[in-house]
């Protein structure tokens, strides 16, 4: 007898197939029957995106099929933001539940993620290829000269390294759900029936961005910056005047990035019109220093209204993927490549 409420707590388990594999796409995205399961859906994204809405349910075949919904408009709106987010979202509930998981459902799990493990009296044994492939964004502690590794596999306790155990699952849950929302192929009619929510999830991603505050940047990496502002940078620096539109896109995004006023006040300086006294009171103004509003940076749809868009002239591919709505996460994006490279 499959457990359904197994199954509502990890949707991702084989065995799901076996019991809900007969139901029709277009029925779950249509039917009456499946609202409860669009509604906890769009809520667990919307969750993702940070909006404090609640996604629990008793429901335990709509959770389950609330996470099928889910990994179809994460594969339509293929954003990585939105992925990461909601990788994350579901990876913090796991590493909940495995601390007090029974081993053979660990096992279930590990199965699901195609993890070469298996259980030895009270030890969990990974092999070691998927260990390191699971440890990769986790500290010094997980590195494998600190394990135990006899005959090709880590060995952890389930009673005194539980803690070790649900981490490094967690671990491998992203890496299994980056792989399946990419090779994925959503249902052609998804936006035809989920097109309002579909566009409340988009517009709510592009005021999350928008309301970036310098401290989630970090380090500034100018190799980062989108060819649009590199664009407004370059023409300073060959000494042109630029339009009112290209100050304030440059202004509000390196304000965003976390760039200090002086730094923003030294690009400025290069302009040939440079009024010390204006600039300031523009910087000042525009980061909110003089008001309250402090102001975000533009969308890329805007960003061609003012013709400040330079994606065809440069082709970069990033700025031609269908998520690319916002400067911010051309460099937010791009950064992290950059990073993961160790370009500066
Ligand atoms: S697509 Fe967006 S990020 Fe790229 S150049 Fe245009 S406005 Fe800038």
């Known amino acids: 007898m499959i457990d359904e409420k197994l199954l509502a707590k990890y949707p991702f388990l084989k065995k799901g197939t076996l ?4 139901l029709l796409v277009e029925d779950i995205l249509s039917e009456q029957k ?3 399961a ?3 859906a769009i809520s667990q994204i919307e969750k993702a995106l940070g909006v404090d809405t609640r996604i629990f349910s008793n429901d335990y075949e709509a959770r389950y099929l609330a996470y099928h919904i889910s990994r179809m408009v994460l594969s339509y709106l293929h954003d990585p933001i939105l992925i990461n987010r909601y990788a994350t979202l579901f990876r913090d509930l ?4 495995i601390l007090k998981e029974e081993p053979e459902i660990i096992m279930e799990i590990m199965d699901a993620f195609s993890i070469d493990s298996r259980i030895e009296g009270k030890n969990l044994k990974i092999s070691v290829m998927d260990y390191i492939s699971m440890i990769k964004r986790l500290g010094e502690k997980y590195s494998l000269v600190y394990q135990k590794v006899n005959g090709g596999y880590v060995s952890f306790n389930f009673d005194t390294e539980r803690d070790m155990i649900a981490k490094v699952i967690r671990e491998a849950y992203v890496n299994y759900f980056r792989k399946d929302i ?3 192929k959503p249902p052609a009619e998804i936006f035809e029936f989920l097109k309002d929510d579909i566009e409340k999830i988009k517009a709510l991603r592009d005021e999350k961005i928008s309301s970036y505050s310098p401290g989630e940047f970090g380090e ?3 190799h980062a910056f989108p060819p649009c502002i590199k664009s407004i940078i370059a023409s300073i620096e060959r000494g042109e005047n630029i339009s009112h539109n290209a100050r304030f896109s440059l202004v509000t995004f390196l304000n965003q990035i976390g760039m200090d006023k002086e730094g923003i006040h030294s690009i400025f300086q290069r302009v040939p019109d440079f009024d010390e006294k204006m600039t300031d009171y523009q910087i000042s ?3 909110g220093e003089k008001g309250k509003t402090v102001y975000s940076t533009p969308k890329c749809s805007t960003m061609e209204l003012y013709n400040l868009c330079v994606k065809n002239s440069v082709n970069d591919p990033l700025c031609f993927k269908e998520w690319m709505t916002h400067p911010l996460i051309y460099y937010r994006i791009k950064k992290k490549s950059k990073v993961s490279q160790g370009s500066k």
């Open 19 to 22: 019991l809900f594999g007969n």
């Open 34 to 36: 499946f609202s409860e």
């Open 38 to 40: 669009r509604r906890i």
């Open 94 to 97: 796991i590493e909940k539940n």
């Open 182 to 184: 990419e090779n994925l």
């Open 220 to 222: 500034l990496i100018p």
């Open 285 to 287: 103004h525009i980061t």
